[in-house]
């Protein structure tokens, strides 16, 4: 006697396509959205450090008169720039190429080593407002601009968190290109030929 074959419905069969296709959709979503937060950020750290200015009895200072924090202005607004229109393509249906895949993991390093640079120097320039150098006689700034100096502490800090942002995305990024694309080819002639002399 013959096993009874179950009737299956629609609900039963999957295709292996489909599945695929749902899973690459929600991992583009979740990329798109990590792109978003470090935008946002961006255009927060920008928006504070541009109104950063303020003036009373010891004088005026504004952020443009300090290049790092004016360095951290373009830095942040590139940023800010790049990770919008990184997103829209990414949230865009298209097949992964190996090129396309070279130029964001590409652009992702070095946005974040421009972010990271542009946060430390102004880091530095904070450390130095607040504690001042007796070696060359720089008095503390901070004690006077005090709310000069909170707005840029805020400005700093959101700059450190689009850089651990964008860490995350060089690793993605960086997942996505080396386990999708083989490596280079490498050599394989490694023989060195050597003229001999004859004495």
């Known amino acids: 006697m013959l096993p009874e074959k179950r009737a299956t419905s629609p609900m039963d069969i999957v295709a292996p396509r489909d599945v695929e296709e749902g899973s690459a959709s929600s991992l583009r979503t979740v990329e798109s959205l990590l792109r978003l937060v470090p935008m946002a950020l961006c255009v927060a750290a920008l928006v504070v450090m541009l109104k950063n200015s303020q003036s009373n009895d010891f004088g005026s200072v504004s952020y443009t008169d300090l290049g790092a924090f004016r360095y951290l202005v373009h830095a942040n607004g590139i940023c800010a720039g790049y990770s919008l229109l990184s997103a829209v393509i990414i949230a865009m249906p298209r097949p992964s190429t190996k090129s396309r895949a070279w130029t964001f993991f590409f652009l992702d390093q070095v946005l974040t080593y421009a972010i990271l640079a542009a946060g430390a120097v102004s880091l530095e320039v904070l450390f130095l407002a607040y504690k001042g150098d007796t070696a060359i006689t ?42 999708k694309f083989d490596a280079p080819a490498a050599n394989t002639n490694k023989g060195i030929d050597i003229a001999a002399f004859q004495g």
């Open 138 to 179: 720089w008095s503390a700034a901070c004690g006077s601009f005090d709310g000069f100096c909170h707005k840029a502490t805020a400005a700093v800090a959101l700059t450190f968190i689009v850089v651990a942002c964008y860490a995350v995305l060089s690793l993605v990024s960086s997942y996505k290109l080396f386990s």
